[in-house]
């Protein structure tokens, strides 16, 4: 089957978002029986909590060259009805980490109310933002956020606040200024993505924020959905700065592994789908339903990943994929069968 799926994430409409749903299952059942023990590996302990990556905007005051939300047809869209998602949410089972993002997510009017509402839900809250909004605009957040923030995440964009020192050395201010109001329970931290412009400055940025007590991550930068193609020597780069967000490696591949994925970590949009993971929307698989319908199921358990490249890395930061991955790839491929895998469930 091919890999060349219809539709960038975002772009379905209902009725392909049904064919998919369709055909996902008669090809992998929902909610699939829990696994614990495939590709040779065991799968991991049951995290202590849930894990929500929530795009609540495709909107963005950013254009960014590098921007893999770039060729989006609607980069417009808010969420409609916070107060539904919020009800939603409250179906959880347990305590979740619901981490909104966009586009850019302080775009979003109803961003505050939606941390206060998560917040008294007793869910955790993070973001990740380009760090444009206003420190007045920043405070409201963590004021609605409460001691329930977990991940503060600004995002670096030379393009946009690195163009001359003056830029570059006010946002690194802005960074000390953040960090300084976050509870002790919340971390924050600044990511990059490392495309061909930035790659020479890598090293002095991290160094700069280092010095400024600032948590500093790289990010590999894709194109049409794959990681570009690193030289050795810029792949040496990238992992003496920790590979993605610090988790030691570039292009993880768990295929095979065991991942609470779908369980207890999915991912979500402003429309209420969502799916396993971010491969799993990429891809079209494994669509887990609407998140606003009643009828919404998590699986039961772990289950073997399907794909090769695991581009996000909040299920690996959370402990929903095994230690190590199996393999480390370039670039992403084919999703492949269960039944390519010799498993054993519990």
Known sequence: MSNQLSGAPGNLSPIRIERAEKRDKSLLPWPPRPVYHSGGTDAPRRPAAGAVTWNITTACNYRCSYCTQQFLEDRKRLL????????????????????????????????????????????????????SASRERLKAFLDASGSSLRVFSASFHAEYAGRNNQEF??????????????DAE???NVTCVATRDNLAQLTDYAETFARAGVTFKVQPEKR??????????????????????????????FSGQPCWAGALYFT???????????????????????????????????????????N???????GMTPGTCAREMEHTSNWKRPARWGVTTK
């Open 224 to 253: 049409d959905r794959e990681v570009i193609e690193y030289t050795d020597e810029e792949q040496e780069l990238l992992l003496s700065l920790g590979g993605h967000n610090m988790t030691g490696v570039i292009a993880p591949d």
């Open 80 to 131: 409609k009805d916070a107060t539904a998602f919020i009800a939603a949410f409250s179906r959880l089972p347990g305590r979740w980490e619901i981490k909104m993002s966009g586009g850019e997510p302080f775009t979003h009017p109803a961003l505050c109310e939606i941390a206060e509402g998560l917040r008294r839900q007793n869910h955790l809250v993070s973001v990740v933002t380009n760090f």
């Open 186 to 188: 919340a971390s924050f």
């Open 312 to 318: 996000c890395t909040v299920p690996i930061e959370r």
């Open 268 to 310: 979500l949009d402003d429309r209420g789908h969502a799916w396993r993971c971010y491969p799993a929307r990429r891809f079209r698989r494994q669509y887990l339903g609407n998140f606003l319908s009643p009828d919404f199921r998590l699986a039961r358990g772990p289950t073997p990943c399907l794909y090769s490249y695991c």
């Open 169 to 182: 050395t006010a946002f690194v201010e802005k960074c000390r200024w953040m960090a300084g109001h976050l």
